[in-house]
């Protein structure tokens, strides 16, 4: 096996209402929170559950639709790359935070505001209709190569 391999694919519910932002180029980018649960049974049988936070973060064109249709409590299916970051604080101090830069978006539920499921930022889902996001805008970079890995 050649190369390596940054892939996560996370089905879960927005924790708050994303937030769009434009870069000066004019790109948008919007960051949104999504929570995965897990749950098992711990050895005196009593149910247990643990939710496990993800940072989002699209750009270009996914990015304004995630804005326009996802709101607090939509479940998405969310396919990426992981990324770690770094930047010094007010006070100088060294910060790191771990997202998932998404090249897929696609809403699971019927949300409020419309739109049923959607593929965004990445590979298309065959001919587009109007809830299918289409290929990413000119010059965007999802990150990576589009290889499909069969595993």
């Known amino acids: 096996m050649a190369g ?12 708050k209402d994303p937030e769009v932002r434009y870069t000066t180029g004019g790109s948008a980018v919007c960051n949104f929170t ?3 649960n897990e749950q098992w049974k711990d050895k005196g ?5 643990r939710t496990e936070w993800h940072r989002i973060v699209t750009w270009g064109r996914t ?9 607090k409590g939509r479940t998405v299916y969310v396919e990426g790359r992981i990324q770690t970051r770094d930047w010094q604080d007010r006070d100088g101090n060294k910060r790191y935070t771990t997202e998932i830069v998404a090249q897929t978006v696609q809403f699971l539920d019927k949300g409020g505001q419309g739109g049923g499921g959607g593929g965004g930022g990445g590979r298309g889902y065959g001919d587009p209709g ?8 000119p ?3 999802g990150g990576g190569p ?5 595993f």
């Open 146 to 150: 589009d290889d499909d890995i069969p």
């Open 130 to 137: 109007p809830d299918d996001f289409g290929p990413p805008p």
């Open 45 to 49: 049988g009593q149910k247990q559950e």
């Open 4 to 15: 390596s391999v940054n892939k996560a694919i996370i089905i879960g519910n927005l924790g």
């Open 63 to 71: 990015a304004e639709l995630c804005g326009e249709y996802l709101s």
């Open 34 to 36: 999504v929570a995965t």
């Open 139 to 141: 010059g965007f970079d």
